[in-house]
């Protein structure tokens, strides 16, 4: 072959291999096995879940978050609406604790979650006096809500680790609700906007389809 057409070749083959690289998934198949390998499997005395008992059942699979461009909205009625980065999301103070989620479809994990406050967010957007119902959307188009005051007086939390690993892309990335004695449609992943609400009657998306708007575990 004349040296010339090989490389054209050469840098024609690289090209092509580059753009292969980037239309791949943004995440290895590998990753959820590694993160596994490393998750925290005990606490106080408790086993925990693995981070691959879930089954996935999301309404549009597994969502992949470009962390650069992501931001954090809570609107509706606050006095002063935020947009927040990851880094600034993360930038209060952090809890840790032991939530079990329990799925309608009969499966339940125990696992060391760990994340902020929404109190402490919401410190940061003021709640209008009228907001009652805090409106959870989601990347893939998800939604779900739950009382003010049961978020607040639950101290639940959004999560950013679970059993001491950051949340892959399947469990929610960047933030899961913790929504604690709910069942797990309540437990938007992968939140991009909290929305305050005066609409007590809101129904997300399993919620629109028959499932109880209190979500309790004895529903
Ligand atoms: N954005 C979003 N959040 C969601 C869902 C979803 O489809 N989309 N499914 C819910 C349901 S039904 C359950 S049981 C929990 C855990 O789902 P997983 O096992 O697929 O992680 O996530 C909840 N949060
Ligand atoms: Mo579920």
Partial sequence: MHHFTKI???VLLSAFAIGCGTSKPPVNPDTLQSLAAVQ???YEGRNLSSILDFEENSIKGPQYVDIGSYRLKIDGLVVK???FKYEE????????KVVTLNCVEGWSVDILWEGILLKDIFDDVTPGSDANTVIFHSYDGYTTSLPLKTLLDGDMIIAYKMNGVVLPPER???FQLVAQNKLGYKWAKWITRIELSSDSKYQGYWEQRGYSNEANLTD
């Fill in 89 to 96: 999301v993360l930038d209060h103070t952090k809890y840790s």
């Fill in 40 to 42: 925290i499997k005990e």
């Fill in 81 to 83: 609406p935020g947009d």
């Fill in 8 to 10: 054209v070749l050469v």
């Fill in 172 to 174: 929610g990335y960047p």
